[in-house]
């Protein structure tokens, strides 16, 4: 199947299933391979030139890894046909997936605060750092900065909710070491307790976007609906329907990054009912093709009758 995704700047442009797995496959390996360079780099350089905020940004890249190995994972089972047991496919791995990644992140951060506090309690223990912390600092910047936006565009390229907060964490991370990094120039200036602050600052930008990610993907579990400019667009593509007259109670729900859609459509009353069917599966056709739609279960009314979904039938 293909769809046009809603915020494509083409019409024409369209992904497959298989296509959105192979880039999903393709820049999630890319941040593999980017985090395990960083978090080595980051942890070894830490424990040796001694800065806790630098150590605790490497965790942070580290818990990137976890990351990324879940979202494989996630991609490779939401792609599975549907069965008996899931009759509406596996698109849902992607909606655990990032649930996954928000606890991931939530627990990764307040990990780091709890340390930091620590840390804080007895400032006689706070070392002051070594200069190379903070160049490990200033390159991690640029190559979290880099792998953001890199992983951003693929995410809104295949319209991928699991590929949006991986890139985000991303981000997260190159906040972070901006934090750390001011925190390292502190530190080097005289002022070691600045190096704690920057470990709990980090921590608490982890966690809050952690909760942020697990929040979302757990309202997508509970059936949230997709936002009004995309039912807007359904309903248009509905309506341009040859056949249909009308349409009322657009119904949908998040199914990982797909759609399922419940419409009622509007036809000629006079039609066979074989004619109103064949409306409905035209108009079933078009919305699928058209959009990020998984499923549409329609519902076909008289237009000469608005309250026809209620009224009893009529004596011949």
Do not use: C
Not at 119 to 135: D, Q
Not at 190 to 204: H, M, S
Not at 255 to 280: K, P, Q, S, W
């Amino acid at each position: 199947m293909q769809f046009v995704t809603p915020d494509d700047d083409s019409e024409h442009a369209t992904h497959t299933a298989e296509e959105r797995a192979a880039v999903a496959a393709r820049s999630t390996w890319v941040s593999v391979a980017v985090n395990v360079v960083l978090s080595t780099t980051q942890i070894v350089v830490g424990v040796l030139a001694k800065s806790q905020g630098l150590i605790a940004d490497g965790i942070h890249s580290l818990s990137d890894l976890v990351s990324d190995f879940v979202v494989l994972f996630a991609n490779h089972h939401s792609q599975k046909d549907a069965d008996l047991d899931h009759p509406y496919g596996h698109q849902r791995f992607e909606t655990g997936a990032s649930l996954a990644l928000g606890l991931v992140l939530l627990a990764v951060g307040v990990g780091m605060v709890w340390s930091a506090l620590q840390k804080l309690e007895t400032p006689e223990s706070i070392a002051t750092a070594h200069a190379s912390a903070l160049w490990v600092a200033l390159g991690a910047i640029a190559a979290k900065e880099l792998l953001f936006r890199y992983m951003l565009r693929v995410a809104k390229t295949v319209k991928s909710s699991m590929l949006v907060a991986n890139a985000w964490h991303a981000r997260s991370d190159a906040a972070s070491s901006l934090v750390v990094s001011i925190g390292l120039i502190g530190n080097l200036m005289g002022y070691p307790l600045l190096d704690p602050i920057a470990a709990l600052i980090v921590g608490f930008m982890v966690g809050r976007m952690g909760w942020s990610f697990g929040w979302d993907a757990l309202h997508d579990l509970m059936d949230r609906a997709v936002d009004e400019q995309e039912v807007q667009a359904i309903r248009t593509t509905v309506l341009t329907t040859p056949g249909v007259a009308g349409v009322h109670d657009i119904r949908t729900r998040k199914m990982g990054d797909m759609v399922v859609v419940d419409v009622h459509i509007e036809v000629d009353a006079t039609l066979t009912v074989e004619a109103g069917h064949n409306i409905a599966v035209a108009a079933r056709a078009a919305v699928m093709q058209r959009h990020r739609v998984l499923n549409v279960m329609t519902h076909v009314d008289p237009a000469q009758r608005p309250d026809a979904d209620h009224a009893p039938p009529t004596s011949p």
